[in-house]
């Protein structure tokens, strides 16, 4: 437990030293100012939307780029030849993606509360933001696995958003029916979209239970299948060890 | 391989990586040692490749261990910083500790190790200790140049004719240069074995 309390702290200092927490604060008021422009029914709307946005894409992001940080400078394979474990090593990544999102739910729910009076189920967003930032951190370190360096990882992540986050929002915007839109429920997009507007909205119950259920399967199917079995190849490659 | 955080400080590199050991020792005397006390608080990345390795040797020896995994230790480094580091591994096998040193290095080998292993293709060509290894690829002569009426002569005894008369006639009656064992070096043993297994 001290050891990933460290793990966490040297992720949060090289996150600032490495101007990566300089890039996700300029986002992150962006998002705040975004917000301040918009009257109380928009942001009903569209804090969900930032939420989504900041929990999956600056995550998968965010967690690609320190993935190929360390690879590029072989601390990987230090870190690996210490005590910790490779689940301490990802279990650390996980929870400085969470802090990061948190950051982002607590200055946008302060930001709409203080400035718009506007209020919304606090535990729940914050259950949502946290499962959905898991799982995108789990999938993050799943494009690093298969990209090749940093470029590549975007094409991946391009493709993501495009397949399968794209529908989501247009269904969002009324661009896509209903009809077709119940089905993209199996999207993890859609499940965290879902989970998201509960917090703001009436959603159906079953819908929420089966986001959050969903959500944590597959992270957990992720972990397991994908990330465990590949771990110790994924940061031996290219080092000539 | 240098291997650090670019964008930490040599010093805020080594404090992490010391925060993950239960047993651990003080850097300070370390990286006096090798040089790095006065740069402990610059960048890793601005560091030279030499400091880099310094740096990675001090790394390693952070958890008090018993055993060194070293991979070509002193290359690219000056030969003052090379000695010191060399001293502190043959301090450190001195201290009862194991050191596993991969080198192309030969004359580093020669110097530190105890048991060399000569791997071509995945496959352990050859193990001894270096003097063995010499004595099984040296020729067991001496050989002895003079010279005589203006011209250098060369002249090679086996070691069992060194013990003749003959030998010791040499020595007081001819103007003696140079006189050399035939002992091999580990680089040529290296090329021998490696270089057969490889083109022969």
Redesign the interface.
């Known amino acids: 437990m001290a050891?990933l309390g460290?793990?966490v702290k040297?992720e949060l200092?090289?996150l600032k030293?490495?101007n990566l927490f300089t890039a996700t604060t300029v986002v992150l008021l962006l998002w705040v100012g975004m917000t301040w422009l918009l009257d109380a029914k928009e942001i009903t709307a569209f804090v969900p939307l930032i939420l989504l946005m900041d929990s999956t894409m600056m995550t998968i992001v965010l967690v690609g780029a320190t993935l190929f940080y360390e690879k590029k400078?072989?601390?990987i394979?230090?870190?690996l030849v210490?005590?910790?474990r490779e689940a301490e090593y990802i279990l650390a990544k996980v929870i400085v993606s969470v802090i990061n999102s948190l950051i982002t739910v607590i200055a946008l729910s302060a930001t709409v509360y203080f400035l718009k009076s506007v209020t919304f189920n606090f535990a729940l967003v914050t259950a949502s933001v946290v499962l959905i930032t898991v799982f995108h951190t789990l999938l993050g370190i799943c494009f690093a696995y298969f990209s090749k360096n940093f470029s590549s990882l975007l094409v991946n992540f391009m493709l993501y958003v495009i397949i399968i986050m794209l529908p989501t929002v247009l269904a969002d915007l009324g661009v896509i029916g209903k009809g077709i839109a119940q089905f993209f429920i199996i999207l993890p997009p859609d499940a965290a979209s879902i989970i998201l507007k509960a917090g703001f909205e009436t959603v159906d119950l079953w819908k929420v239970i089966f986001g959050f259920t969903y959500l944590a399967a597959l992270s957990l199917a992720l972990y397991k299948y994908i990330i465990k079995p590949r771990f110790n190849d994924y940061a031996m490659r290219e080092?000539?060890v | 391989?240098p291997?650090?955080?670019?964008?930490?400080t040599a010093m805020?590199n080594l404090e992490?990586?010391q925060?993950?050991?239960?047993n651990t020792v003080d850097v300070e005397p370390l990286l006096k040692r090798v040089g790095l006390w006065d740069d402990r608080h610059k960048k890793a990345g601005e560091y030279s490749k030499g400091m880099k390795i310094r740096l990675n040797f001090v790394?390693a020896l952070l958890?008090n261990p018993k055993m060194l995994f070293l991979d070509e230790p002193t290359n690219g480094i000056d030969p003052v910083n090379g000695k010191i580091m060399k001293d502190m591994i043959r301090e450190f096998q001195d201290q009862g500790g194991t050191v596993f040193l991969t080198s192309h290095i030969m004359s580093d080998v020669d110097e530190l190790c105890d048991r060399v292993a000569f791997i071509v293709n995945g496959k352990l060509q050859e193990e001894n200790s270096p003097r063995n290894l010499k004595l099984k690829y040296g020729k067991r002569l001496v050989k002895v140049e003079y010279r005589e009426n203006g011209d250098v002569i060369t002249q090679e005894f086996t070691m069992d004719e060194i013990k003749t008369p003959k030998f010791f006639e040499l020595l007081k009656t001819k103007d003696i240069e140079t006189l050399h064992s035939g002992e091999t070096t580990l680089e040529d043993i290296f090329i021998k074995v490696t270089g057969v297994a490889l083109h022969g």
């Open positions: 050891r460290i793990l040297g200092d090289r030293k490495y400078e072989h601390t394979n230090s870190i210490t005590p910790v080092t000539g | 391989m291997i650090s955080f670019s964008k930490l805020e992490f990586f925060r993950l050991y239960k790394r958890n």
